[in-house]
């Protein structure tokens, strides 16, 4: 499989507390990336890291780069119920060629 | 504001049916990706175009699905004879071309093959 792995498959807080989601991917990237998808919908793009880059936030979003382990971790502080989506890391590659992983699935309590 | 349109929403079709998924990207989108997602797994890429070309169709079952892009525009996916396990959500994506760009989802089809 081409695919990479999240980790975890699944996670389930309370309104308020961080939400950590970790992605392993297999081959050398130009970029990573992480989109959300609400139940039975697309996909949309949350935030991209470049791979000579390290860390980048948006908003409640941080997201980490190790490209000598091909890890990133997306952190969503002070979460809130609409949060609660599957998230998806992205590899992108030389030739544009996306792929992604099997995503962690969020559930944020009231 | 501008979005990938997917036609149809949903599809109900018989095995060993002909099928087919219409897209419409972005105006002045380069790259486009057609995805196969079973439920609670992540896209998984059956062919990736620039412009007209195809640049990537290494996952596409070929002796099934066919994919186009005629003009550069719009494209098509087309599955026959439909089996059961091509029952999944179908997503169309587009995005500027070169590296380092977002891409932008339809709503997908869901194929459902009884």
């Known amino acids: 499989s081409q695919q990479g792995e999240e980790d975890p498959q699944a996670l389930s807080i309370q309104e308020g507390e961080n939400a950590t989601m970790n992605c392993s991917y297999k081959t050398s990237i130009n970029n990573l990336q992480w989109y959300r998808q609400n139940s039975g919908r697309g996909l949309v793009h949350l935030i991209l890291i470049r791979s000579n880059e390290r860390e980048k936030h948006s908003g409640r979003l941080r997201v980490t780069l190790d490209t000598s382990k091909k890890s990133s971790s997306l952190l969503i502080t002070a979460s809130r119920a609409a949060d609660t989506a599957s998230y998806f890391c992205a590899s992108q590659g030389g030739s544009e060629k996306l792929v992604f992983g099997k995503g962690t699935k969020l559930t944020v309590n009231p | 504001e501008a979005e990938v349109a997917q036609s149809p929403r949903y599809k109900i079709t018989e095995k060993s049916q002909a099928v087919a998924f219409w897209c419409d990207p972005i105006?002045?989108?380069?790259?486009l990706y057609w995805y196969r997602q079973i439920l609670g797994q992540g896209p998984e890429l059956l062919v990736q175009f620039q412009d007209e070309s195809v640049v990537d169709d290494s996952q596409l079952p070929k002796d099934r699905f066919s994919a186009e892009r005629l003009k550069g525009v719009d494209s098509t996916l087309k599955i026959q004879p439909a089996e059961l396990g091509d029952s999944a959500m179908y997503l169309c994506a587009s995005s500027l071309r070169g590296l380092r760009t977002e891409a932008f989802f339809g709503q997908g089809t869901r194929l459902t093959v009884v």
């Open positions: 105006s002045g989108h380069a790259t």
